[in-house]
Each structure stands twice: as structure tokens, then as C-alpha cells.
């Protein structure tokens, strides 16, 4: 290897830093906000790499500096090698990957103890300095650190080499790293870093809020270096509380030390006012110099579960009130960084989309994430449910592997106020051997375990989709479905059976229900295998349908983000967002609205369909889980109607006054509600007032009215002649009528499909004096906005995006004469397509309402057609010259938005 001479005249490697001096540092800000010491350095960027997919590096010694092995490649460090941002993108490589990059510790750190950081590293890592090992590290998703201090010299540059092995053991916990889910995240994941401290240091710190005592109790575990008198300070920059201060004999080694810190009318941590407390740590020796210090934080909050005002089933408790946990699941990925956030602004970008979005909280799902993560709920004000990565099989490997992964976690992010309990095992992953005594009562230890560890949260076992719990905590269940009748009967079923000693959702024998929160962590319309469909109204109707129940303290959406394949989420996996439509029935009406504190709702079909002319009757309630107390509250109700022809009108007003009970769920008597007496579309929207009359949410049902229309109506001075889209006499587009009824025409890219229109015998041809056409229309896409096209199925309808649209022009002709000629901007699905949704076809899917008026000159033509054959033809065309050659939907009067048949209008002289 070739070498250079410094200026002492000592021979030292060619450098191996790669890191541009003009190149932005990725990820640069301290990795522990909430462990935080002034003298750190940051090594994120340019590393040089190397795969070593025949295990020969430690054989043929590429650790030593003298090795002339060529680090081939280059990856940026902390993302994944798997990754687009590492440079790198192997998504195909399981195996050792080798790090080297070249490390200088600086001069103002002499004397001082240098560390050496690893946010996380998965799964094993090897660490060599000039060719010496500095140690190993088993677990993919902890930290660890090294003692570098005998090891380097100020100013002086040494080489560091880090071997990374990952092949995604079944044993190790691993989360969704596996074949039939997502892409792996191998090696550096997070940030490395080199920290100096004294000659003592303060190793780690509990902190746990005493609300009752009206402070914080610290457990300090410091290492000293030799016995004597130290002094440990406590201070708030702030001044937010009086300095703590205690001088203790230490002996050598590490050693517990615990304070208490008193607090003057402490500020409680809520989501609604996320308070936190900052501190600084100081430990100094025995002749008054400081040894080390550290800034931290902590949150007056306390997280319990109990009864409330006398009833038989338990709330999680917040600060000593019921929280009702409105929630997402959080799976922390990124199509760029896969497990590594390309930015800190990105995690706090995603923690505030939870926020925007009215949720209070997130279940970080199989993943010990990002510390800045959590620090971001902290600062935020988001609770979460903190799961641990599952591994794939039970065996004496896999339990000590998960044990050290849970116990590294925990002392990790113990003071994280956000955290409000830790789940150990999703879905029984993992857990294999379920079925068996050994297992569960090991599962049940593993509880008693974290409740030791950390008796200040709640702890639940597993979090389950086979009713299978051991001993939990939270009473928790999961559940994909998409149909109402079916959701609401297993929900009641779910409550029904929810009481102590039952068996219901728990394994039996001596595992059985006691009193805890029944929480729903789990569900859906659009389950993962479902595909790339629109979520907006099972979204809607299944959270109602939770929030029905009093005894169900909360539930967890699937899910914040897309993920690669599954397409279920509030937002893309490029976090763009989508369209729900919520707002087209009830202005103003958003996620918020369905996510909201305080709710009301409709016990009934999120769209039934009923008669002309007949009484709706519809039961409201209204969950008051808000902070405050709506009291003497008010529904008000809206009758809106579309017609036959498109029109809107306001049928019926109303309001129904209502006193809401705090933490609970109050029925606010049946609504009887008349429905016009012809076909249509009526949404039924719904308000909720407060006392002061301010709205605090909003909601909807729809009601299909329905009856056969004509095929020929005379209206005022016009004759409506209506055609379905299936009844076409020709087409260029193979099979393009769709569903058992043929409700909807469709065809993808350029086409043609005519319609003959047969008009009444007696019409005089000369009385013709115009001519509309009113029809629903779209793009008709296939398969081309499917985000993971390796993963689509022939059913996959994506939900509206605003920034991914997908236009088509239409030209529209009668008796082969142009009328128009429109561009369709996009072939969308969300909440406004209910009628699609009511008759499961194409899901969501609608068009765009169009009223031609028809030329002069077409209309002549017309006449001149009418008089010879008592029809005219109507031709849908997408040229294979145009621009936007998006294909063609036609919706008829029960698919779509509308409840509109494609229809010839014909204005005849009195």
C-alpha cells in the first residue's frame, strides 16, 4: 500500500477518507437529542466499501492498513447498502459487507476518554482501528460504543474498518426484513459518531415522572475512575426547576446514584401540550473539575390503565384521565433510505403528517427506530406504541437474540415520554411454537420481564390477530375486512365477549381476559394482500363503527405510508398525498374530521339504498373523548340531494340536541328523515356543535334512492332519452363492459364505442330545436398508476392523487359530426365515488359529470337522421392521434358519483 510521510517522519496509510469537502454531510445532527455531549464528531458520509460474498476478508486480513485489497466501491454511511441514497442499491445481497474510512481525533479532545458510536448496525458488526479489533456487536437494531482512547492520538489519522454480516436469520429479530415483505436494510443504518468524555462518565439515566409526588426521580448510573468524593449536579438551563445537587462516594467502576428533583406546579406531557423539562447532567471529581456532562430531557407524564366513573372495563390513562388512542401503524420506511430517514426534517415531517391528519398516535410498528423519531413525538405530541422487531422462529437462539434486543432498547429510550407502552411480539411472529405451554408462559415471563425493567408503562404481550393473548396489559385485537354487515357484526362480537375470565382473544387455561383496555391495533378495508385500492371508505365507516363502542379505548389504522407493495396508507410511500373526497358532501370535512377527539356518527350503512319517497331512519351517538366536555351539545343535519339529471338541492334541515357524557359514548336518539320522491343520491351530512355552537366535527352517510327511470322522460319542454354503457352496437375496445349488470363501459388507451339512441315514433323531426348530452366520464387507466408495478394485480384500482393524474380527450360525435372535444384530467377513486363503492365495482372509481349543448350545425344534421331512421348515433372516441390517449370510462346510474344514466336531452317546441 502506498504511504506517505508525515511530518515527524512516521509513515501512516494513504487516507481513506472519500468525504467531499463540498459535499453535504448526510445526516447531520446529533443522533441522541435526548443523550446529548458537547464534544462529538459526525462520520456520516463517504465510506469506502466492499461485498465479500465468499466470507474471504477476515481470511486474507482486509482490516490491516498494509492490505492492498481494493475497496472497490463507495457507500454513504448511515444508509443501507440495499439503498437508493447509499449509492450503492444491492437489493439482492445478503451477506459481509466491509466500511473503511479514515478517522482523526482532535487535538482539543487530548486527554479526554474517545468513544466510538454505532446508532445501529445490522446484524453483526466487526470493528478494527489501524488493523487492531476494537470489538463486536451482535443485534441489528441497539446502539453500541467502544472505548477508543488507548487507541488513537490527536491529530494523528487512523484507519477504521467495520465488517457488517447480515443474511436476515430467522433467529434474530429481523421485522418485515424478510422474502414476503419488504427490502432489507444490511449494515450502517444510522449514524456513526466519536464522543469524548472526562475520565468519569455519566453511562446512562432513568427518569421517571412522580406526578403525585409532584417531581422526577433520576437513577443515575455513573463510572468513575478511581474511588473517592464526586459531585453530581442537575440543572435546567431554563431555570425551570432549582438546581439538584449531591456529593457521594463512588467506588471504582459503575454505580447507581439516585436524585429526586423537585417541581413547582410541574407542566404535564400531553399530547395537546407536549411540555418538556430540559436538563443538564454534571458529574465532577474531587478537585471540582468536570468529568462529564450530558443533556437530556423528560416529560411529566404518567401512562396507566384503569376503570373511570364506576365502569366494569379499564381506559388507558393518561396523567390519571382516559386518552382514547386514535392511531396509525407507523412501519418507518422510506423508498429512498428504506430503514434510514434520508433527513431529519423527514421524521419530523412524517410525525407532523400524524399530526395534520388528527391522530394522537402512531404504533411504530416491528421496528426500533430512529431515536430522533421518538424525539420528534416527544417534542410533537404523539403517543406511541413501540413494537420490537419480530424475528420468524422460536428456538433458545431466537429468545436470547430478542431478549438483549429488547433490554438495549428499553435502556435506550426508557425517557422518551412519547412512549406510552411496549409490545413484544406482532401477530405471533416469530412465535411459532404459539400452541405450546413452553411458549406462552415464556411469552407471559418475557412481560414480567419489561414490567420489571420499566414498571412505569404497560406492557402488552403480543399484539394479535389469532385471539391469542398470554398476559397483557391491553386487551388488543386485530382485524381486516372490507364489508360493512361483516366489520359490524365482528366488532359487536368482539365487544360481546370482552369480560373478565373469558377465553375470547386470549390462549385459555390460565390465560384469560381480566378488566384491561380492549384496543383494537390493527385494521382495514384494504388489508396488504389486497392490493392498490382506494381506502377512503372503509377508512370511514370502520373507524365509526369503533368508535360506536364505549368499552373500546382506541384503535390503530392500517397504516400512516404505502409501503413498496401495499398500498393501504394516508399518504404514498413517497409521502405525496392522496385524495379522499370527504369534502365534496360535507364542506371542510378532512381526516381530521374522522380522526377527530370528539365524534359523531351514524349507526347504519355507510350507503344503503331505499325508495323514492321513504322514511330514514338513522340512530346518531357521539363520542366525546376530547379533553373537555362538549356538555350540552347539538347535532345538526343536512338532507342533500342529486337527481337523475345531476342537480343538487338541500331537501331537509335539522338539529337534535344532545348531552354528550365525557369519556364515553352517548346515543342521540333516532333521526326520521323523509327521502325525495324520485331516484337520486342523498347524503344525510352530519355536524357536531359544541355548546358555544363550534363545529368539532363533521360526518356522512350516503342513500342510493333508487328505482327504475325511464328509458324515454318528458321533462318541461324536453324528452331525456337515456342509454347504458353496456348497450353499445359498437366498439374497438375488446370486453370493455364491466361488473354482472354491465354498469360502467371501459377501455383502455385509444378506441370507440357508438351507441345508437332511440327517440320516440311521434317526434317530429322538424320540433328538434337543440340538443344536450349529459353523461359520467373518466380516463380509464389499467394498471398505469400502480406505484409497485412488480406487485400488480389485475384489480387494482389506485386511489386519487393529486400530483399523479392521468388524462385522456375525448372527442364526442353524433351521427358522425364533432360536438366536443374534452380532456378528462384523470380516472380517480376515493369517498366520492360511493355508488361504485355501494355496488363493489371498480371501488371508488367515478368520473366527471358532462353537459354538452350540441352545435347548430350537429343539430341540423340530427334532424335530417331523425326523420330517416328515428335515432341517433353517439360516438365516444379517443383518436390514436391525440395528445392524452388515457382510455375511457362511462359510468351509468349506480356506479360512479352521480346517479346519472348517459342521456340525449332533446329541447322540442312547445
Not at 460474498?53 to 454511511?77: M, T
Not at 472526562?198 to 422526577?216: N, Q
Not at 468536570?290 to 388507558?316: A, H, K
Amino acid at each position: 500500500m502506498t504511504t506517505h510521510q508525515n511530518r515527524g517522519g512516521e509513515p501512516r496509510p494513504q487516507s481513506t477518507s472519500l468525504q467531499d469537502e463540498t459535499m453535504q454531510l448526510p445526516r447531520p445532527e446529533h443522533p441522541r437529542p435526548n443523550w446529548h455531549r458537547e464534544l462529538w464528531l459526525n462520520l456520516n458520509g463517504a465510506w469506502q466499501f466492499a461485498f465479500d460474498p465468499r466470507l474471504e476478508g477476515e481470511h486474507r486480513r482486509w482490516y490491516r492498513p498494509e492490505n492492498d485489497h481494493p475497496f472497490e466501491q463507495q457507500i454513504v454511511v448511515p444508509f443501507p447498502w440495499e439503498s437508493k441514497l447509499s449509492g450503492v442499491a444491492r437489493k439482492d445481497y445478503l451477506g459481509a459487507g466491509w466500511y473503511r474510512r479514515e478517522i482523526t481525533m482532535p487535538r482539543a479532545w487530548q486527554g479526554q476518554r474517545v468513544w466510538l458510536h454505532f446508532g445501529a448496525v445490522d446484524w453483526h458488526a466487526r470493528v478494527w482501528l489501524n488493523g487492531r479489533p476494537i470489538g463486536e456487536h451482535e443485534g441489528g437494531y441497539t446502539p453500541f460504543a467502544f472505548d477508543m482512547t488507548p487507541y488513537l492520538q490527536p491529530d494523528v489519522p487512523a484507519q477504521l474498518v467495520v465488517r457488517a454480516f447480515d443474511v436476515c436469520d430467522a433467529t434474530t429479530p429481523l421485522g418485515k426484513q424478510v422474502p414476503r415483505w419488504y427490502n432489507h436494510s444490511s449494515g450502517i443504518w444510522q449514524t456513526v459518531w466519536l464522543e469524548a468524555t472526562g475520565a468519569g462518565r455519566i453511562v446512562r439515566a432513568y427518569i421517571t415522572p412522580d406526578l403525585a409526588g409532584g417531581g422526577a426521580r433520576v437513577r443515575l448510573t455513573l463510572q468513575v475512575p478511581a474511588a473517592g468524593q464526586y459531585r453530581v449536579v442537575l440543572k435546567s438551563p431554563d431555570a425551570a426547576f432549582a438546581p439538584v445537587e449531591q456529593l457521594v462516594g463512588l467506588g471504582n467502576g459503575e454505580q447507581e446514584l439516585a436524585l429526586e428533583i423537585p417541581l413547582d406546579a410541574p407542566r404535564l406531557w400531553h399530547p395537546e401540550g407536549p411540555h418538556l423539562y430540559h436538563m443538564a447532567i454534571g458529574l465532577f471529581g474531587q478537585d471540582g473539575a468536570p468529568l462529564d456532562r450530558v443533556t437530556t430531557y423528560f416529560g411529566m407524564r404518567s401512562i396507566s390503565t384503569g376503570r373511570w366513573n364506576g365502569r366494569s372495563y379499564e381506559y388507558v390513562l393518561l396523567n390519571g384521565e382516559p386518552v382514547y388512542l386514535r392511531g396509525a401503524l407507523d412501519q418507518a420506511f422510506h423508498p429512498d433510505g428504506l430503514h434510514t430517514y434520508p433527513s431529519d426534517d423527514a421524521i419530523r415531517a412524517d410525525i407532523q403528517l400524524a399530526r395534520d391528519a388528527g391522530l394522537n398516535t402512531l404504533r411504530c410498528h416491528i421496528k426500533v427506530n430512529d431515536p430522533r423519531y421518538y424525539y420528534w413525538a416527544d417534542r410533537l405530541g404523539v403517543l406511541v406504541l413501540s413494537d420490537l422487531p419480530s424475528p420468524a422462529i422460536d428456538t433458545a437462539a431466537m429468545r436470547q437474540n430478542w431478549e438483549a434486543t429488547f433490554r438495549a432498547a428499553l435502556d435506550r429510550d426508557f425517557n422518551h415520554p412519547s412512549i406510552i407502552t411496549w409490545v413484544l411480539f406482532n401477530e405471533t411472529w416469530g412465535l411459532d411454537q404459539h400452541q405450546t405451554k413452553d411458549s406462552q408462559d415464556w411469552l407471559a415471563r418475557m412481560v414480567r420481564l419489561a414490567k420489571t425493567l420499566d414498571p412505569t408503562r404497560p406492557v402488552e404481550d403480543n399484539s394479535p390477530i389469532r385471539y391469542d393473548h398470554t398476559a397483557t396489559d391491553l386487551n388488543s385485537w386485530h382485524y381486516y375486512i372490507d364489508d360493512y354487515p361483516t366489520v359490524r357484526a365482528h366488532v359487536e362480537r368482539v365487544v360481546n365477549e370482552t369480560f373478565p375470565g373469558s377465553t375470547f382473544n386470549f390462549v385459555g387455561g390460565e390465560y384469560r381476559q381480566g378488566t384491561q383496555p380492549l384496543l383494537n391495533s390493527e385494521f382495514g378495508g384494504i388489508s396488504a394482500a389486497h392490493g392498490d385500492l382506494d381506502t377512503s371508505w372503509a377508512l370511514k365507516y370502520q373507524t365509526m363503527e369503533l368508535r360506536r363502542h364505549d368499552q373500546i379505548c382506541g384503535y390503530v389504522f392500517t397504516e400512516m405510508t404505502d409501503v413498496e407493495w401495499e398500498h393501504n396508507g394516508l399518504v404514498n410511500y413517497d409521502r405525496t398525498p392522496k385524495a379522499w373526497g370527504y369534502d365534496t358532501f360535507v364542506p371542510g370535512m378532512s381526516l381530521r374530521d374522522i380522526f377527530g377527539p370528539d365524534v359523531v356518527g351514524a349507526d347504519c350503512p355507510p350507503c344503503q339504498t331505499r325508495a323514492p319517497g321513504a322514511t330514514l331512519e338513522v340512530p346518531l351517538f357521539v363520542s366525546n373523548f376530547g379533553r373537555r366536555s362538549l356538555g350540552e351539545a347539538t347535532v345538526r343535519w343536512q338532507l342533500d340531494f342529486v337527481d337523475r339529471f345531476g342537480a343538487r338541492r338541500t331537501a331537509s334541515t335539522g338539529d337534535v340536541p344532545v348531552r354528550a357524557r365525557h369519556y364515553g359514548v352517548t346515543e342521540a336518539g333516532r333521526l326520521m328523515v323523509a327521502l325525495p320522491d324520485e331516484p337520486g343520491l342523498a347524503t344525510l351530512a352530519l355536524w357536531l356543535l359544541d355548546g358555544g355552537g363550534v363545529i368539532v366535527n363533521r360526518n356522512y352517510v350516503n342513500v342510493e334512492v333508487y328505482a327504475d327511470s325511464p328509458a324515454v322522460e318528458r321533462i318541461g319542454g324536453a324528452i331525456a332519452v337515456r342509454f347504458r354503457p353496456a348497450d353499445c352496437i359498437h366498439s374497438t375496445w375488446p370486453r370493455a363492459p364491466i361488473g354482472p349488470h354491465a354498469l360502467k363501459f371501459a377501455g383502455i388507451g385509444a378506441g370507440a364505442v357508438s351507441y345508437r339512441v332511440a327517440l320516440p315514433a311521434d317526434l317530429n323531426p322538424g320540433a328538434i330545436r337543440g340538443l344536450r348530452l349529459l353523461f359520467e366520464a373518466s380516463a380509464r387507466a389499467g394498471l398505469a398508476k400502480v406505484d409497485w408495478p412488480e406487485r400488480a394485480r389485475n384489480t387494482d384500482y389506485p386511489q386519487t392523487e393529486p400530483g399523479k393524474t392521468f388524462p385522456t380527450d375525448l372527442t364526442i360525435r353524433l351521427d358522425g359530426r364533432a360536438v366536443a372535444t374534452i380532456t378528462l384530467p384523470d380516472d380517480p377513486a376515493d369517498a366520492r365515488g360511493v355508488l361504485s363503492h355501494h355496488a363493489n365495482l371498480d371501488p371508488g372509481s367515478y368520473g366527471y359529470l358532462q353537459e354538452l349543448r350540441v352545435p347548430p350545425d350537429v343539430v341540423a344534421a340530427v334532424r335530417e337522421a331523425v326523420a330517416r331512421d328515428r335515432a341517433v348515433t353517439a360516438e365516444f372516441v379517443i383518436p390514436p392521434e391525440a395528445p392524452n390517449r388515457g382510455g375511457l370510462a362511462l359510468y351509468g346510474a349506480r356506479v360512479g358519483a352521480y346517479p346519472v344514466d348517459p342521456t340525449l336531452f332533446v329541447e322540442i317546441e312547445a
